[in-house]
Nanobody, 129 residues
Framework: QVQFVESGGGLVQAGGSLRLSCAASSRTFSMSPMGWFRQAPGKEREFVAGLSWNGGSTLYADSVKGRFAISRDSAKNTVFLQMNSLKPDDTAVYYC??????????????????????WGQGTQVTVSS
């Protein structure tokens, strides 16, 4: 069963913005560290951004620092990725991911995809030059 559903992808020009959403299927993930990853054609899956269970700690790939922002709304059981100043190199399928319980209720943030157990099916982001 799908655990996360991503939305908000689309076609944008370089320099534009998109806001991706990741809706969790269960309140179980309200206390899970969450991450965003992307995979472009011919490239390996790449960490983009992560945040702790309460949103207090974040982590970003160097390639997106200053341009992307990850956040969560626990009441809505949704994680967001705000993407600004988009570049053609940002073109990829974007996935959100969460961890299985139990959770350590600290400020852990994970960039390793193997630290996550459940994934959405992805949303396509295409940035034209």
């Amino acid at each position: 069963q799908v655990q996360f559903v991503e939305s908000g992808g689309g076609l944008v020009q370089a320099g534009g913005s998109l806001r991706l959403s990741c809706a969790a299927s269960s309140r179980t993930f309200s206390m899970s560290p969450m991450g965003w990853f992307r995979q472009a054609p011919g490239k390996e899956r790449e960490f983009v951004a992560g945040l702790s269970w309460n949103g207090g700690s974040t982590l970003y790939a160097d390639s997106v620092k200053g341009r992307f922002a990850i956040s969560r709304d626990s009441a809505k059981n949704t994680v967001f990725l705000q993407m600004n100043s988009l570049k053609p190199d940002d073109t990829a399928v974007y996935y959100c991911a969460g961890r299985r319980p139990p959770y350590r209720l600290g400020d852990d943030v994970f960039s390793d995809p193997h630290s996550y157990d459940y994934w959405g099916q992805g949303t396509q982001v295409t940035v034209s030059s």
